[in-house]
Nanobody, 124 residues
Framework: QVQLVESGGGLVQAGHSLRLSCAVS????????MGWFRQPPGKEREFVAA????????SYADSVKGRFTMSRDNTNKAVSLQMNSLKPEDTAVYYC?????????????????WGQGTQVTVST
């Protein structure tokens, strides 16, 4: 059984930082890529960042490149998303997910396991 639990969301002013964490249970973690997605109010869920199973490759959406950093800790079965220079348009519910099929890291359909999400609100 795979479970993902996000934490670290909250309300922050524009320009400030937040760090999201995702704790993963189950045996698949070390052999699967992981991703962060977000769903802004009234919009569809979108790709934010991803990391390969070994942590040696990362990819980012253009909108967060240079501001967000994703990492993973295979010993402790966790991934994190360091978000710097936050903007009001980063406001969304953020989800971590486990990739279970081959293909692009940015495609939602490649991920079968999802957390419950954590709210990030960036004020002006």
């Amino acid at each position: 059984q795979v479970q993902l639990v996000e934490s670290g969301g909250g309300l922050v002013q524009a320009g400030h930082s937040l760090r999201l964490s995702c704790a993963v249970s189950g045996r698949l973690f070390g052999s699967r890529g992981m991703g962060w997605f977000r769903q802004p109010p009234g919009k569809e869920r979108e790709f934010v960042a991803a990391v390969s199973e070994r942590g040696d490759t990362t990819s980012y959406a253009d909108s967060v490149k240079g501001r967000f950093t994703m990492s993973r800790d295979n010993t402790n079965k966790a991934v994190s998303l360091q978000m710097n220079s936050l903007k009001p348009e980063d406001t969304a519910v953020y989800y971590c997910a486990m990739k279970t099929s081959s293909g692009s890291y940015s495609e939602l359909r490649r991920y079968s396991y999802w957390g419950q999400g954590t709210q990030v609100t960036v004020s002006t």
